[in-house]
């Protein structure tokens, strides 16, 4: 099983960047995806991005495109989500995930294994 540790986040105020990382270790990734979701208070879960491990290749939300994108380092097996021109109602807990590929990677229940998540407040 694949396991992931988050870093990142934080507080920043409207139009500035954060990056988050997701480190994963436990098994070969090259099966896998890796998503990122967030969770506002009072909402569900919502899916943001997802990278293909063994293709590269990176699925983003219309609510996010252009401005959150997805890179990896190889040799840490480590996804990062950087964020810019943030918005307060980016606010919320920021969650990655790992899952066998799937094309159903929108749905949280494609994911077995969640990151801790991390705080990301944007103020105005």
């Known amino acids: 099983q694949v396991q992931l540790e988050q870093s990142g986040g934080g507080l920043v105020q409207a139009g500035g960047s954060l990056r988050l990382s997701c480190a994963a270790s436990g098994r070969t990734l090259r099966s896998y995806v890796i998503g990122w979701f967030r969770q506002a208070p009072g909402k569900e879960r919502e899916f943001l991005s997802v990278f293909f491990w063994s293709e590269g290749e990176v699925g983003t939300a219309d609510s996010v495109k252009g401005r959150f994108s997805l890179s990896r380092d190889n040799a840490t097996t480590t996804v990062y989500l950087q964020m810019n021109s943030l918005k307060p109602e980016d606010t919320g807990v920021y969650y990655c995930?790992?899952?066998?590929?799937?094309?159903?990677?929108?749905?949280?229940?494609?994911?077995?294994?969640w990151g801790q998540g991390t705080q990301v407040t944007v103020s105005s």
């Open positions: 995930a790992a899952g066998v590929k799937t094309l159903r990677y929108k749905m949280t229940r494609a994911y077995e294994t």
